[in-house]
């Protein structure tokens, strides 16, 4: 996973600077001209994701290292500004640059009140995740990934719903608090290394006892898992998703929970590897508990947005799943369902924002025969929720076959005893999907189906010619992915199998040069 190589023109330092030529030029807008804040940012967002292609197509999928490296030294306490990208990142800067304008353009009606500042607030948010993803020095990286929390809080906190202030505060000290942690674990790095380096290459090669990957990998897996959110570190999101803005709950589902699932793949296990091995199956019991939970609180929700919260707690923990089975099917898998999740779960939160802003409730029984007064959001929910319960022939479907397929794989590959407790996790992560199904549709048929029981429902109007371009941008990429995943899947494949490789290598090289201490670590 060395660096591959060097950018001749900056593509990546580009793509996260646009969005702060947006601010900058938001900054000296009136505040009265509204339409010039949401157009400015739209712009400049619709921009950068454009800029970001320039990275797919200069992309080569053959090399399994960091590529279109950029360098600079001069940073605070030795720190150096070096941004990459992989497989893994590059999929993610991708999802984040392409989610950022539809989210913006979803958010033309529903935001009324300090207007210029929420254009800003998503705009340095969307540097904010660019630059977490690309990142290789970790100060670097931990400054991403804490300056994230301010925008993402006023979000909430600003422009949320009636109980905001609860739920940004509880988003900002659950995430602060793991945040605190993994700063401890990179400080002791930096000093393992001579106290002169972050850099995340230094960093893979320090001689670490057992003893001392078990810690580092515990302190920066709580950071990780509250972000993805692993149950039972999942109690914040709920409140996040009901009380912040349509945009908030997009960018929070769809990106800011696939920080906590990258940072296991980039960091978390390729640092501490056999951290990570005494660990996975701890971390695979509560993935499955995950998904269990989840569906069934699923079921139990009349909110239509704690239930897409409480799916997300599911799908999130059938990424985990797949991630810590270290097959590469499963990793695979894992990886596209980020994505999946991200196109599927924003999809879902971006309807029930049509819904809202038309009666201005998300109770599903508030609703019944919307699909005879508004045909064009049935189509549209219909599609989504497909894609959300992994229909074949939608993106859903792709992900979870190969996270499954991957997940017996590795069952019948080991011996009696831990083949029987993987053979468990794959059929109840099975039971999940199922679960998923029923819940998601069973909430398609009290909203969409059956006659129109309330008076308000019957003068609803239909999808906008905007949220239309909203939609249909996410529908297209449900079915291009579900019938042609291969174009996501070999931009991965080739650091998956780098990452899973190393991570095989140096544990088997640990465990030979100290065997007791592993035994130990294990007790």
Do not use: C
């Not at 991708?94 to 304008?101: E, G, K």
């Not at 500042?117 to 540097?127: D, N, Q, R, S, V």
């Amino acid at each position: 996973m060395g660096i591959e190589t060097y950018a001749t023109t900056p593509f990546i330092s580009l793509t996260l600077a646009l969005p702060l030529l947006g601010v900058l030029l938001l900054l000296f807008v009136p505040r009265e001209q509204e339409n010039a804040h949401k157009w400015i940012s739209f712009v400049f967002s619709l921009a950068t994701f454009l800029l970001s292609l320039s990275l797919w197509v200069n992309f080569d999928q053959n090399m399994s290292g960091f590529q279109l490296v950029e360098e600079k030294s001069g940073l605070l306490l030795g720190a150096k500004y070096l941004v990459g990208i992989d497989g893994l990142s590059l999929l993610l800067v991708m999802l984040t640059t392409f989610l950022t304008p539809i989210t913006i353009l979803s958010a033309f009606s529903a935001i009324k009140e300090k207007v210029k500042e929420f254009y800003i607030a998503l705009l340095l948010l969307e540097t904010a995740m660019v630059g977490t993803f690309v990142a290789l020095d970790m100060l670097l990286f931990y400054i991403f990934w804490e300056f994230m929390l301010i925008p993402m809080y006023l979000i909430i906190g600003v422009w949320g719903g009636p109980r905001r202030i609860y739920a940004a505060v509880k988003f900002f000290l659950y995430t602060f608090f793991g945040s605190v942690l993994m700063l401890v674990g990179i400080i002791y790095l930096h000093l393992k290394a001579g106290g002169n380096t972050f850099l995340y290459q230094d960093f893979l090669g320090l001689p670490l006892g057992v003893r001392e990957q078990a810690w580092l990998f515990l302190a920066f897996a709580l950071a990780f898992a509250i972000k993805v959110p692993l149950f039972p570190f999942h109690t914040w999101l709920p409140d996040a998703h009901v009380e912040a803005p349509t945009a908030g709950s997009v960018i929070l589902a769809a990106i800011l929970l696939k920080m906590g699932t990258y940072g296991f793949l980039r960091f978390a296990i390729p640092l501490f590897p056999e951290g990570a091995g005494i660990f996975s199956l701890p971390i695979m019991v509560l993935a499955v508990i995950g998904i269990v939970y989840g569906s069934l609180m699923a079921f139990a929700q009349d909110d239509v947005k704690k239930l897409v919260a409480y799916s997300s707690v599911a799908h999130l923990g059938f990424v985990m799943l797949g991630m810590f089975m270290l097959t590469t099917e499963a990793v695979q898998g894992s990886i596209l369902q980020m994505i999946n999740h991200g196109i599927s779960t924003g999809g879902l939160f971006l309807l029930v924002g049509v819904l809202y802003e038309r009666r201005h409730t998300r109770l599903i029984s508030a609703y019944g025969g919307i699909a005879r007064v508004m045909r064009m959001f049935a189509a549209f929910l219909v599609i989504v929720t497909l894609s959300s319960i992994g229909l074949p022939g939608t993106n859903g479907f792709v992900g979870e076959f190969l996270v499954l397929a991957g997940s017996f794989k590795e069952a019948l590959s080991q011996t009696h005893g831990l083949k029987t407790t993987l053979l468990v996790f794959g059929v109840l992560a099975a039971s999940g999907v199922l679960l998923g199904a029923i819940y998601m549709l069973t909430m398609v048929r009290k909203v969409l189906f059956g006659p129109v029981v309330h008076k308000e429902n019957e003068g609803l109007k239909d999808v906008s010619f905007r949220e239309f371009v909203v939609l249909a941008s996410l529908v297209v990429f449900i079915f291009a992915i579900g019938i042609y995943p291969n174009f996501l899947l070999k931009k991965s494949e080739a650091s998956v199998n780098a990452t899973i490789q190393a991570y095989k290598e140096r544990v088997v090289k640990m465990r030979s040069q100290a065997p007791s201490d592993f035994v130990e670590a294990r007790r």
